[in-house]
């Protein structure tokens, strides 16, 4: 029998190590300590790859959202609170932006892809599609694919033909409208909804 370093366990089990770490700490793979540093028995890990049969632990990215560069932190929280109690596996990391859904360069969406890439996260939660973005949701589901990650929104986008057309028009100009006079997108939006129907009712 041999004792493993952590490198060597998780490249065996073919696992990131904070999956590997979590299987230690609830008490799933037994742990033997050097000093300061955790081995791992040989004959535990072989027996962890046939229980899992390959099968990857779901280490859970919560990703929340909020329109503006300041407060809201009671909207974050709540889209957090939302996530949580229907997350299976582990939720690693929250990840955070008060930002457009239009904007690309976002720091808490790029530390998210990050985690993503390099097998942290093996699962991204978000409420709703828009709370990641706007457009360019099945590329980012794709992105997160190759990675092996999954993408699960917590209430899928029921919208459909006209009625979804016209949600995302009406999300482009008042995103524009705002960062040309400084206005935030989302009371342009609803400002902009209102306008729609009443144009719709008047039959023009």
């Known amino acids: 029998m041999e004792f493993l370093r952590l490198s060597k366990a998780v490249k065996r089990l073919g696992v990131h190590p904070?999956?590997?770490g979590l299987w230690a700490g609830s008490g799933k793979i037994p742990?033997?300590?050097?000093?300061?540093?955790?081995?791992?028995?040989?004959?535990?890990?072989e027996a962890m790859k046939v229980s899992t049969g390959?099968?990857?632990?779901?280490?859970?990215?919560?990703?929340?959202?909020?329109c503006?560069?300041?407060?809201?932190?009671?909207?974050?929280?709540?889209?957090?609170?939302?996530?949580?109690?229907?997350s299976t596996g582990e939720v690693v990391k929250v990840f955070r932006d008060r930002?457009?859904?239009?904007?690309?360069?976002?720091?808490?969406?790029?530390?998210?892809?990050?985690?993503?890439?390099?097998?942290s996260i093996t699962v991204v939660r978000v409420t709703h599609e828009d709370r990641l973005a706007r457009f360019?949701?099945?590329?980012?589901?794709?992105l997160l694919a190759v990675h092996r990650a999954a993408l699960e929104v917590l209430q899928p986008k029921k919208l459909g033909g006209r009625e979804e057309?016209?949600?995302?028009?009406?999300?482009?100009?008042?995103?524009?409208?705002?960062?040309?006079?400084?206005?935030?997108?989302?009371?342009?939006?609803?400002?902009?909804?209102?306008?729609?129907?009443?144009c719709q009712a008047g039959g023009r």
């Not at 742990?31 to 890990?45: A, L, N, Q």
């Not at 560069?69 to 109690?85: C, D, F, V």
């Not at 360019?136 to 794709?142: A, D, I, R, S």
Request: proline residues 2%.
């Open 18 to 20: 904070v999956t590997l």
């Open 99 to 119: 930002a457009s859904c239009l904007r690309e360069d976002r720091t808490g969406l790029n530390r998210l892809l990050r985690a993503v890439a390099d097998g």
């Open 68 to 86: 503006g560069s300041s407060g809201r932190e009671s909207s974050l929280e709540a889209h957090e609170n939302e996530l949580r109690p229907t």
């Open 165 to 198: 057309l016209v949600e995302d028009f009406v999300s482009v100009v008042a995103t524009f409208v705002g960062r040309l006079y400084g206005m935030r997108p989302a009371e342009n939006r609803g400002g902009l909804l209102a306008e729609s129907g009443q």
């Open 54 to 66: 390959g099968e990857r632990f779901r280490l859970g990215g919560l990703y929340v959202r909020v």
């Open 136 to 142: 360019g949701v099945g590329w980012l589901e794709h």
């Open 31 to 45: 742990v033997t300590w050097v000093g300061r540093e955790r081995r791992f028995s040989s004959i535990d890990v």
